[in-house]
């Protein structure tokens, strides 16, 4: 890969993510707020708009538009290369390449639902349902979780980690 297509994928992903942040950062920098309390472990943008003194309908609409572009597009282009993927995984001829490939995207798969599937339930459910104990459990899982996850995940592929865990719990878990 050469620096112009490097330059042309990592615009084309930042761009999106800069624009839509800054259309919803202007949005609600409109909003009048009653208390300068987030009850919250991070600045997420459900909270801020709890905080607004007035009932911000299109600033809920326009969250809800962003929150669709910002994961649904992500979450297709996804989709779409797993299935390019498991169709090249099918054409290797050898029993254990493909398996050791499989094993490989089934746990990148894991981490990226548990991402996505914690994002879609903090952004696209009802107002009706916020519950602040909720809110915070699922923004753990989504800040928190999902990071450690997937550093575990592909620390364990390693075979140096994998010998060194061998050797520190006595071969008890990798027989």
Known sequence: MNWKVCAILASS????GFSLSLVQTVA?????????????????????????CATPVTSDILTLIISLLAITAPVTFLFNSYV????????????GGRKKTFAT???????VIIHYGCASIAYFKLKLENTKDQDQLI??????????????????????????????????FFR
């Open 13 to 16: 992903v930042c761009a999106p």
């Open 28 to 52: 609600i920098f409109r909003l009048p707020f009653c208390s300068p309390l987030i009850e919250h472990f991070f600045c997420d943008i459900w909270p801020v708009l709890d905080l607004a």
């Open 84 to 95: 390019l993927i498991i169709s090249t995984i099918l054409k290797i001829t050898s029993a």
């Open 105 to 111: 995207c089934a746990s990148h798969i894991t981490v």
């Open 139 to 172: 923004s753990v899982t989504h800040t928190v979780i999902t990071p450690l996850l997937n550093s575990v995940v592909y620390s364990l592929r390693n075979k140096e980690v994998q010998d060194a865990l061998q050797r520190v719990l006595g071969g008890k």
